[in-house]
């Protein structure tokens, strides 16, 4: 019987089960078994290939000090030495994606082929598409299973040493490589081709596949707004002075809610700029730029808009995957629609 190909994965520190983001500053460490969705994945393994090891690191760690955490991981792949590095996956989570993403550049470099998951709106797939091989998974973990056995056949195809076809036929995401083929028909008679299937309403599929953007149609005019109530909410990344909160300076997770129903303005004192996107000395000089506080308030005072919502929203929108700020932004709005709210400004960098 043959050996079993050789695994490492790659996980962050919430899938290693070390913690959330209390754990994010994590170093990376190494356990010698498979760990968390890892038992899930030397199932689908099986008796091909076993998981010798579990690298796992914070993500903050990866990200704030990527020298050091890349170091130790080549270390440990030096010392490990797999037949493949399977990284994830990390569906849409964004420090998660990039880091897995470097991993797999990591792994490449010592001659080890890698691949990871991820949902196609990740950062890491936007940052690195062209450098490793990605397969589409779902936005959540929910598609965990799904993602695994999409991954497997690929990875052992790579430990093999095997080279993989066309990313349409083998299921992992297009990285823009031409090669030279041969098609039975030329090029010109397959546009005109698709261009008939088109006009008479027959099923095509196009060779240059253009992704375009989502169309949104403008909110409607407030109706009143002498007597309306309006939100702020910005993507310039303001922080309370300090960054108490410890909110990420770009890739939102979350957004955050303070309250200003006492405030006439924003003061550089308390509150400044963390945003990896922009400038920010300026605006921590006078916040009231990304989030204009005091402008309103004196549309307020003279009677041109009605009230202020006290509570404003605030992230930095910075290198967040689109459908990530569509949850956010949906959140957002629930929660001014159950308070009433009449509009929202919306002041992005």
Request: proline share 8%.
């Amino acid at each position: 019987m043959a050996t079993p190909l050789r695994v490492v994965q790659y996980l962050n520190q919430f899938f290693g089960g070390i913690g959330g983001e209390e754990k994010a500053n994590m170093p990376v460490q190494v356990r010698y078994e498979p760990v968390g969705p890892g038992r899930a994945l030397q199932q689908v393994l099986k008796d091909q290939a076993s998981i010798v090891a579990t690298v796992i690191c914070g993500d903050n760690y990866f990200s704030e000090e990527r020298e050091k955490a890349l170091a130790a991981l080549v270390e440990e792949l030096q010392s490990l030495r797999p037949d493949v590095v399977i990284a994830g996956p990390a569906f849409e989570a964004g420090r998660y994606g990039l880091a897995c993403a470097e991993v797999c550049k990591a792994a490449q470099g010592l001659g080890i082929p890698a691949l990871t998951g991820m949902h196609p709106e990740n950062p890491g797939v936007i940052s690195f598409r062209r450098e490793i091989i990605v397969v589409p998974t779902g936005a959540t973990s929910v598609d965990m299973a799904g993602a695994l056995n999409a991954m497997v056949p690929l990875a052992l195809r790579l430990a093999r040493k095997e080279e993989l076809g066309p990313a349409e036929v083998e299921g992992y995401l297009p990285r823009g490589i031409r090669r030279m083929g041969w098609r039975e028909e030329p090029g010109y008679q397959r546009a005109v081709d698709l261009l008939v299937a088109k006009l008479q309403g027959q099923p095509f599929k196009t060779e240059v596949p253009i992704r375009l953007p989502e169309r949104i149609s403008p909110a409607r005019p407030v109706p009143d707004l002498e007597k309306a109530t309006i939100a702020l909410v910005t993507t310039g990344g303001l922080v309370r002075k300090g960054n108490p909160d410890h909110v990420p300076a770009s890739n939102a997770q979350r957004y955050y809610r303070h309250s200003v129903a006492e405030l006439q303005s924003l003061s550089g004192k308390d509150w400044e700029a963390f945003h990896s996107g922009y400038f920010n000395h300026i605006v921590n000089s006078n916040p009231n730029y990304i989030l204009p506080l005091s402008f309103m308030r004196e549309l307020q005072t003279d009677g041109i808009a009605s009230d202020v919502y006290p509570w404003i929203y605030a992230l930095p929108g910075v290198s967040t995957p689109v459908a990530q700020a569509r949850r956010l932004g949906e959140g957002v709005a629930k929660e001014l629609k159950q308070d009433a709210v009449d509009g929202c400004i919306l002041v992005a960098t």
